[in-house]
């Protein structure tokens, strides 16, 4: 029985994973070859390194099939209905920043806010005889978000790439799409809103609630939380 | 966990109620256009539906309701009126873990056509009645009808007017939109900026300034708004007074002879709400009529506010006060604009109702123990 943690398998979100835990004191490994998903934990005992694909990271989560997991937050929130029920956040690990936002043709010049979002929608709706388009991936925070908000007159297209190449495709009117220094919105024309920051991601180290923590797993945790310095 | 056949057996009960009372028995495919519904709901129904996508026909939703299907039924039917009765289960996806049920069945009692409007509401309203009188449910009533007056006689623009309705079923942008017009929230700064720069260059030319032209909504789509922005900004704000009437109403809560002898003076300030009112006046005679004890039944003018929007008239729910954690045991209302949507330029009077058999029975099993 061990204690299993999934992390980012490749690229600069696992090796900033590597070295956060490696800043506590906890040196994570790759390894067999360079391209084998094998790693190992050294400091604490009884840990074992699984590498996945980020975006699977929460669903293990939910399903316990990993006691601990490094991904976005937004991905969780996305992903889990309910994720409080089944999933902790433990600690904010400080990069891998990134804003959810709603972006809009900069040439609309009338359109700064949700509120003027809502209302161009329902002009749209009027004229073209169909609900304004925003293109994301992120359907569920985007539309809890927008509900909350009390836009009407929308629909969420689905678009999981080149998301701000939607609205010069005549595909979207308006996009929701992760971004962190807005360069890509501005090269396609495109403006955030002013109150359209849908969330605000960062990588961050979750908790299963689902896992099976007996069998020295739950001691394991609190070794690993006292070096980590977080909250068990 | 009840038992289906029991539920099942509780449903034929209610609808045989329902044919007693002589609607028709109809039916409808459990399979619905995803189309038809979403623009019908908007994305809200996407959260709660489940989406299916067919080889042919694209994507289709598992019946989120039978209201829809039975209205088109009715409206391509031509002549259809007179009341239907349906039975079957209805599918609404759960985000939130609890004990809501994301299949469960449905009766329903609609009647369509009726000339006297009033009557048929109290009709459809004593035949929920009796049929859960066992059960000792609290009933709660309400008119969005008296709502959609109330601010057609607002005075201000139809805009203005136009935009409050629009938002009537989202009581938080309502009363954002609310507090704007009336003068008692501030204009964003941005908003302040652009309307400042139009005045100066006009419309036409701070939208071409604004950025390329790129997706379909068009550069006088754009300029358009602005100008609407720009005479909105004209406008005199609603007067404290209309908005202390609005607010009067919206809070209303009284039983439904009091409601209306309050709503019969509210009308003397707002005159538009009077033929809303005599229609009240009306029902809640017809409901006297029926037996309903018009003296002990709630009114609640905000009610079915937060519901789908589809009720434009009398609505009404069923509720299990010692079981606050169920979901009403009955619902229905009037929903006129809901055909005329369906009906493809024809419109039929409507009302009607839906029961869940399933909680009839946990309440009447409770109730027997």
Known sequence: ?232 | MTDKAKVRAQAERLQAFFTGAGARVVEADILQPAETLLDLYGEDIRARAYVTSDPLRGEMMLRPDFTVPVVQQQMAEGTATGAVTYMGEVFRKQEHEGARASEYIQVGYETFGDADEEAAEAKVFALFDEVLSPLSLRAATGDIGILMAAVEGLSTSDRRKAALKRHLWRPRRFRALLDRYGGRSPVPETRTRLLEKARKQGAAAVADAAGPAIGLRSRAEVTARIEALLADAAEPPISGNEVAILDHILSLRETSVNALEQLRDIAVDLPNIAPAVTRMDRRLEALSGQGIDVYALDFEASYGRTTMEYYDGFVFGFYAEARLDLPPVATGGRYDALTRVLGQGRCLPAVGGVVRPELVLTLTEEAGQ
Do not use: C
Not at chain 1, 3 to 8: F, I
Not at chain 1, 85 to 110: E, N, Q, S, T
């Open chain 1, 1 to 232: 029985m061990t204690l299993k943690l999934g992390v980012p398998s490749k690229g600069r979100l696992m090796e900033k994973t590597f070295e956060w835990f490696a800043g506590h004191g906890v040196v994570l490994k790759r390894t067999g070859s360079d391209r084998e998903y094998a790693g190992a934990v050294e400091g604490v005992d009884g840990i074992e390194l699984v590498l996945l694909s980020a975006g699977e990271i929460p669903r293990e989560l939910a399903a316990g099939r990993i006691h601990l997991g490094v991904t976005g937050s937004d991905l969780v929130h996305e992903k889990i209905a309910d994720w409080e029920g089944k999933i902790r956040a433990l600690a904010p690990m400080g990069f891998g920043h990134a804003d959810l936002i709603i972006a809009v043709p900069k040439a609309w010049a009338d359109v700064d806010t949700l509120d003027d979002l809502d209302a161009a929608a329902a002009a749209f709706r009027r004229d073209h005889g169909f609900r304004l388009r925003i293109a994301t991936k992120y359907h569920r925070l985007v539309r809890e978000f927008l509900r909350g908000a009390g836009v009407a007159d929308y629909q969420l297209v689905d678009s999981q790439g080149a998301t701000e190449g939607t609205v010069k495709n005549l595909t979207a009117e308006a996009v929701a799409d992760i971004t962190s220094t807005g360069e890509t919105l501005r090269a396609n024309h495109l403006k955030i809103l002013s109150d359209g920051l849908v969330h605000k991601s960062q990588a961050t180290l979750f908790k299963s609630r689902r896992a099976d923590w007996e069998g020295g797993n739950r001691e394991r945790f609190q070794a690993l939380a006292a070096r980590l310095g977080v909250d068990g």
